[in-house]
């Protein structure tokens, strides 16, 4: 039986101050992203690690990034477990997504 670390109740919303783990993965993410490709959607990431799945049209966009997602590379164990311990609650989920995304603006350097 897998145990998940995370305890995410159906009232809960994500607050990055509560996963500092999250903060951390992600910023490491972003650096390898970054030296792989130029071009950041943060999408693809979502989709592996909220369904383990990611869409054909962005794979064949950005090969490289496929790559080192399916690799292993990338730090997501703690989104994984994060997004596997929150389904059903939504609003979390949204939150989560968007705090994500926000990793991926340009003009965002950290948190």
Excluded at 19 to 27: G, R, S
Aim: net charge negative; charged share 15%; aromatic share 10%.
């Amino acid at each position: 039986m897998l145990h998940n670390k995370y305890n995410v109740k159906p009232t809960d919303l994500f607050d990055g101050n509560f996963y500092p783990e999250i903060t951390t993965d992600l910023e490491e993410i972003r650096i390898l992203m970054i030296s792989n490709s130029s071009h950041l959607n943060p999408n693809i990431l979502i989709s592996y690690v909220k369904h383990h799945s990611m869409q054909t049209a962005w794979t064949e966009q950005h090969p490289e990034i496929e790559k080192l997602i399916c690799s292993g590379s990338l730090l997501t164990k703690n989104l994984e477990a994060l997004f596997a311990s929150s389904t059903g609650n939504i609003p979390f989920q949204t939150r989560l997504e968007a705090y994500i995304t926000r990793w991926f603006n340009p003009a965002v350097s950290a948190f």
